[in-house]
């Protein structure tokens, strides 16, 4: 997924790819005064299951699939969103309840893969461009412009603020196991989040000084 609305799919494990939605090379642009949601950059996805799935992205732009992507619903309006603030992250921590994390620290609930939407207290002044839940748990960590981390242990009622070591975008991250939680950022930034003690530490990427756009944890 990313710009232009485009959502990409694959059936063997990323050995082939096919479009399912959005405006590529050597195809017909479509009309963007008519259209502009069918090109609105894309930020985050997530799946229930193999049919299941909402897509998020700009000027408050949220999508649905009941069909595995192959066809994508009618746009559809969240609560308390006048200003069309784009959404920038979407998280669960058991398949069924989602937080959804955007700019100007815009915030909201589900408990019930998305069907209804609550929209809570902003976690963060400024923009949020992730979320990372712990599984089975109600610990989640925002994360988002200079260098603001936030953890919730109560999935989302109330926040922390924790002492980051960086003042830089941090954009992607991933959980590791053990309650801790990889964190992406720009100018080489790669940050280790405790999610219990709220303990954050640097990791050494070397000479890196390019910006890393998100995370993703291997299987032991």
């Not at 200003?83 to 309840?97: C, N, T």
């Not at 303990?199 to 299987?219: M, N, P, Q």
């Amino acid at each position: 997924m990313g710009h232009d609305g485009v959502i990409l799919a694959t059936s063997d494990a990323g050995e082939s790819w096919t479009l399912q939605r959005g405006w590529m090379g050597g195809q017909s642009p479509p009309d963007r005064q008519r259209e502009p949601a069918s090109i609105a950059p894309l930020m985050a996805v997530w799946f229930a299951d193999a049919r299941r799935g909402i897509a998020v992205g700009a000027n408050g732009l949220y999508l649905e699939t009941g069909d595995g992507g192959e066809n994508w619903l009618v746009p559809r309006e969240l609560p308390d969103n006048p200003d069309q603030l784009h959404l920038y992250a979407i998280a669960s921590p058991d398949g069924e309840r989602l937080l959804l994390a955007g700019e100007s620290g815009i915030l909201y609930r589900s408990p019930d893969r998305g069907r209804s939407w609550e929209t809570l207290p902003p976690a963060e002044a400024g923009t949020l461009f992730g979320l990372v839940a712990e599984p089975a748990s109600n610990r989640v960590l925002a994360f988002g412009l200079e260098g603001h981390v936030r953890v919730s242990a109560d999935f989302g009622d109330s926040w922390r603020a924790l002492d980051s070591p960086v003042e830089v975008v941090l954009a992607g991250g991933a959980y590791r196991g053990d309650g801790r939680v990889l964190v992406a950022g720009s100018v080489g930034t790669l940050l280790q989040v405790e999610l219990r003690s709220g303990d954050i530490s640097r990791l050494d990427t070397g000479t890196v000084t390019g910006s890393f756009a998100h995370a993703a944890a291997a299987a032991d």
